[in-house]
């Protein structure tokens, strides 16, 4: 019998960028026994800040030694069932997002976490973890209300851009941050109410001047002085999530000497709090669900990168170009 091969991206070494630390392998597939499947990936998200942080070992709550497997979500198709699977069928259209799972051909994992879908779309996988992460931020860590001032740094990104479109479908005044006219040009289309190209305008000049009162829930994923800005332009009770620092990914960890945050948050009786998905593991089922129904109902866009990224080969240009900011919308790699 001619045993099938596959290939997946493995971290071979902890490295400062992504490239030099990671390689492809090859393996025989495996098949599926009692309750697992085979899933043929087709899409995989691409989560180049999460990715360079791993590869460093700068991930304190996994800590893995390598070498070890990469990439997180997939969307594909059920090639195989092991002899106890029920629920399944081959042919099925699922998502995962177990850590490791991603930046390969083919995995076998436990059909208990497998999430049926109604396509092989990487709009359908966009939504998870990426948008879940967006919805699950915004109302458990941000208490998002009504009537409120949003701030979304980031705002045409994977994230941020449905970060965007659930704070205005929860019906408030909505600001995106972003560095491009074709950004720009997606956040208009997506009902951002005031847009900052920070390559044209000065964001804190802008929050100073058309915000006095302060911004009320920031859902920050850049970090540094976009950071110190936001902290600096929260309203009376405001909340900052930190969703990330991407703009420390890529390079070494400044040095910052300056004014400890508790003076600028005392007096507003303001907070920051950080977000991490794994922490929230409670709230997915419901927000996967929420989502996929805004989006059959037309009522939430998903926008993907236009660049094509094809096959295994191409993941590690995949997250230098995540890293390099130039996207718009979330960057997956087609298999
Ligand atoms: N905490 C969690 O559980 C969780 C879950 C998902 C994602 N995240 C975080 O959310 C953030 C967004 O992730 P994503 O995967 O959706 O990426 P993304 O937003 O699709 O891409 C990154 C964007 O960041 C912006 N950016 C600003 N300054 C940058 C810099 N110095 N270098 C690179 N990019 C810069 C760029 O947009 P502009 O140039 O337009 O600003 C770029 O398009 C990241 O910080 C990520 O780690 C966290």
Same mark, same amino acid.
């Given at each position: 019998m001619n045993t099938k091969i596959y290939r997946k991206l493995i971290a071979k070494k902890l490295s400062q960028d992504f490239k030099s630390s990671v390689e492809i392998v090859e393996l025989a597939i495996s098949e599926p026994t009692g309750n697992e499947l085979l899933i043929q990936n087709k899409f995989v998200g691409v989560n180049g800040g999460f990715d360079t942080l791993l590869c460093r070992g700068d991930v304190p709550y996994v800590n893995l030694i390598p070498p070890f497997d990469l990439g997180v979500e997939a969307v594909g198709e059920v090639v195989a069932l092991g002899e106890n699977v029920t629920d399944f069928q081959m042919g099925d259209a699922v998502v995962t997002t177990a850590r !490791? !799972? !991603? /930046?390969?051909e083919y995995q076998v994992i436990d059909a208990n976490l497998a999430v049926k879908v109604r396509e092989v779309t990487p709009e359908v996988l966009t939504l998870m973890p990426t948008g879940v992460s967006a919805l699950v931020a915004l109302e458990q860590v941000g208490e998002m209300k009504s009537d409120e001032v949003v701030l979304v740094t980031a705002a045409a990104g994977g994230t941020g851009h449905i970060a965007v479109q659930l704070a205005k479908l929860a019906g408030n005044h909505v600001i995106g941050t972003c560095s491009s006219e074709a950004k720009a040009k997606l956040l208009r289309q997506l009902g951002c109410d005031r847009i900052i190209n920070y390559h044209k305008e000065n964001l804190n000049q802008i929050l100073k001047q058309e /915000?006095? +009162? !302060?911004? +009320?829930?920031i859902f920050e994923c850049v970090g540094k002085q976009v950071f110190d800005t936001c902290v600096g332009n929260l309203a009376i009770r405001g909340r900052l999530v930190t969703i990330g620092y991407i703009s420390e990914y890529a390079v070494n960890v400044e040095q910052v000497l300056q004014a400890r945050i508790y003076h600028q948050l005392m007096w507003k009786a303001a907070s920051v709090r950080g977000f991490l998905m794994p922490h929230y593991k409670e709230y997915i089922p419901e927000a996967r669900d929420r989502l996929l129904n805004l989006f059959y109902t037309d009522k939430l866009k998903v926008a993907i990168d236009s660049t094509q990224f094809n096959g295994i080969e191409s993941i590690p240009a995949a997250v230098e170009y995540l890293l390099t900011g130039k996207n718009c919308g979330k960057v997956v790699v087609r298999f």
């Amino acid at each position: 019998m001619n045993t099938k091969i596959y290939r997946k991206l493995i971290a071979k070494k902890l490295s400062q960028d992504f490239k030099s630390s990671v390689e492809i392998v090859e393996l025989a597939i495996s098949e599926p026994t009692g309750n697992e499947l085979l899933i043929q990936n087709k899409f995989v998200g691409v989560n180049g800040g999460f990715d360079t942080l791993l590869c460093r070992g700068d991930v304190p709550y996994v800590n893995l030694i390598p070498p070890f497997d990469l990439g997180v979500e997939a969307v594909g198709e059920v090639v195989a069932l092991g002899e106890n699977v029920t629920d399944f069928q081959m042919g099925d259209a699922v998502v995962t997002t177990a850590r !490791g !799972g !991603g /930046y390969r051909e083919y995995q076998v994992i436990d059909a208990n976490l497998a999430v049926k879908v109604r396509e092989v779309t990487p709009e359908v996988l966009t939504l998870m973890p990426t948008g879940v992460s967006a919805l699950v931020a915004l109302e458990q860590v941000g208490e998002m209300k009504s009537d409120e001032v949003v701030l979304v740094t980031a705002a045409a990104g994977g994230t941020g851009h449905i970060a965007v479109q659930l704070a205005k479908l929860a019906g408030n005044h909505v600001i995106g941050t972003c560095s491009s006219e074709a950004k720009a040009k997606l956040l208009r289309q997506l009902g951002c109410d005031r847009i900052i190209n920070y390559h044209k305008e000065n964001l804190n000049q802008i929050l100073k001047q058309e /915000y006095p +009162n !302060g911004i +009320n829930l920031i859902f920050e994923c850049v970090g540094k002085q976009v950071f110190d800005t936001c902290v600096g332009n929260l309203a009376i009770r405001g909340r900052l999530v930190t969703i990330g620092y991407i703009s420390e990914y890529a390079v070494n960890v400044e040095q910052v000497l300056q004014a400890r945050i508790y003076h600028q948050l005392m007096w507003k009786a303001a907070s920051v709090r950080g977000f991490l998905m794994p922490h929230y593991k409670e709230y997915i089922p419901e927000a996967r669900d929420r989502l996929l129904n805004l989006f059959y109902t037309d009522k939430l866009k998903v926008a993907i990168d236009s660049t094509q990224f094809n096959g295994i080969e191409s993941i590690p240009a995949a997250v230098e170009y995540l890293l390099t900011g130039k996207n718009c919308g979330k960057v997956v790699v087609r298999f």
